[in-house]
């Protein structure tokens, strides 16, 4: 039970105050490494971050085909929770984010902490998420496009 604590501890909290770049990320992806990060490589990412009580999530709002992942991603030494907003949700939605477990994610410890969601599964729609820090919190969406099938 201790050594499963301390690996979600060290996943959440990241080994190092710099934030890594994609290059070190996924370099090695193909020899072994764990896939998460050829997912991450390929995601949409949402920046976080402040300054004394002024929350920032940049860009405030994204589109994606359904089958992507969104990767929320802290700047700074905040600490950062991002949180779906259940009351904007359509019925869909929420049944998809709680039923995956990425309603909320994990607070976001260190600079260079990271927060994957699975949007593969996900309903077309609108899904507006609040990002809380220091300040009061700041708002953005992950809209959700079906993707266009080839024929």
Not at 103 to 108: G, M
Not at 109 to 135: M, Q
Request: aromatic share 8%.
């Amino acid at each position: 039970m201790l050594g499963s604590f301390t690996v979600v501890f060290l996943v959440l909290a990241g080994c190092g105050n710099d934030v890594p770049s994609r290059d070190e990320d996924t370099a090695g992806a193909d020899d072994g490494r764990d896939p998460r990060f050829a997912v991450a490589d390929g995601a949409e990412v949402i920046q976080l971050s402040g300054a004394r009580d002024q929350e920032h999530v940049v860009p405030p709002r994204i589109e994606i085909v359904s089958g992507s992942w969104v990767e929320f991603v802290t700047l700074d030494r905040r600490v950062h929770t991002v949180t779906f907003i259940v009351d904007s949700l359509s019925a869909d939605a929420y049944r998809f984010l709680r039923d995956t477990g990425q309603l909320a994610a994990p607070p976001l410890l260190e600079r260079g902490s990271r927060f994957l969601v699975d949007f593969r599964e996900a309903p077309p729609g609108r899904y507006v998420f609040s990002s809380t820090s220091h300040g009061e919190p700041v708002y953005g969406s992950v809209t959700v496009l079906e993707a266009q099938t080839h024929r």
